[in-house]
């Protein structure tokens, strides 16, 4: 076994996927007991794709189904090789008016988060356009009324919240059901 895949956690029960293709994405998880403050923050916005509060790493993707175990490989060596490391959340900030986004910012681990980015964008069989440059940052309302736009982003004007990142999990979505944790990823010491 090796010394990467030694340190992720399966937690898609055993369950293999299923068709010739899988939707996945990859996250660094925001732990309590801010994770489900800002998770209600978005539910409260209104906004339709409320999921956990998290820092995207790799937005979804859809991957041949066939190539999961060898990108699971490849995920378990970029932990390995990136140490832990402190995420600070201050504010909030907006893509508006390009997208209709009120996130919280990444005050102090952006540049962690930018490398880990980078490595998990270089798995082989990952091939993902982009629209805009990667920019780490916790979205708290998405698409919604202007209104609730403003509000999410006057709210958490002054949310704060440091942790240590210790791993980041992969997602899969097979299009029947909501975003499921499939591995986490712990990294190296």
Known sequence: ????????????????????????????????????????????????????????????????????????????????????FALHLRGTGTFRPVTQVVFVAVAAGISECELLAAAIAATPGLHRQTRFPYHPHVTVAQDVAPEALDKAYEDLADFSAMFEVEAFTLFSHSGEARWQPRRDFRLGR
């Open 1 to 84: 076994m090796a010394e990467g895949a030694a340190r992720s956690v399966d937690r898609s029960g055993g369950v293999p996927p299923t068709g010739d293709t899988i939707q996945i994405g990859i996250a660094v998880d925001i732990p309590e007991p801010w994770g489900s403050q800002l998770t209600r923050r978005r539910v409260e916005a209104g906004d339709p794709l409320a999921v956990p509060a998290h820092v995207t790493l790799l937005g979804p993707t859809e991957i041949p189904t066939a190539i999961l175990p060898a990108v699971e490989r490849h995920l378990a060596s970029v932990a390995a090789a990136h140490l832990p």
